[in-house]
């Protein structure tokens, strides 16, 4: 039997052991993935680069529904006057006071730039903790 397709009628009741291993496992929530991809960036993505991080936390995110990452592009427009019209990980790179470093990035700017993303991205956790915490603000 071959798994190379999988699609409508595939018969997966004789699917290998070790697939089924963790299969009653309990699913971890959006915060404790946060938590653990945070601290442990480089066994998430690798090397660590704005554009690998920004790229795995999007795919994690589209894979969720939608569901971590819900509300931040309005929530950077609101609050830091970032272009409504850019996708998240844009806005994120305008808010940065030195604006977006010049191609190709070093790995200094890369470091500082998921330092600063990670700090953003903090805020917006707390901002839906309480969002009557802090009032809006502008660049």
């Known amino acids: ?37 945070r601290d442990h960036m480089g066994m998430y993505v690798g090397r660590i680069t704005y554009e690998g991080v920004t790229a795995y936390l999007d795919g994690y995110d589209h894979a969720g529904g939608g569901v971590l990452l819900d509300g931040l592009r309005e929530w950077l427009a609101a609050t830091y006057g970032a272009g409504e019209n850019l996708v998240w990980a844009a806005q994120v790179v305008q808010v940065f006071p030195e604006g977006r470093p010049d191609s190709p990035w070093s790995q200094d700017q890369h470091t500082r730039a998921v330092e600063g993303l990670v700090a953003l991205l903090e805020e917006f956790f707390q901002h839906l903790q309480d969002p009557a915490g802090a009032p809006p603000r502008t660049a």
Do not use: C, K, N
Request: charged share 20%; net charge positive; no cysteine.
């Open 1 to 37: 039997m071959s798994y190379s397709t999988w699609g409508i009628g595939t018969d997966l009741s004789h699917i290998p052991a070790a697939w089924r291993r963790f299969r009653h496992r309990p699913v971890d929530s959006h915060q404790r993935f946060w938590e653990s991809f």
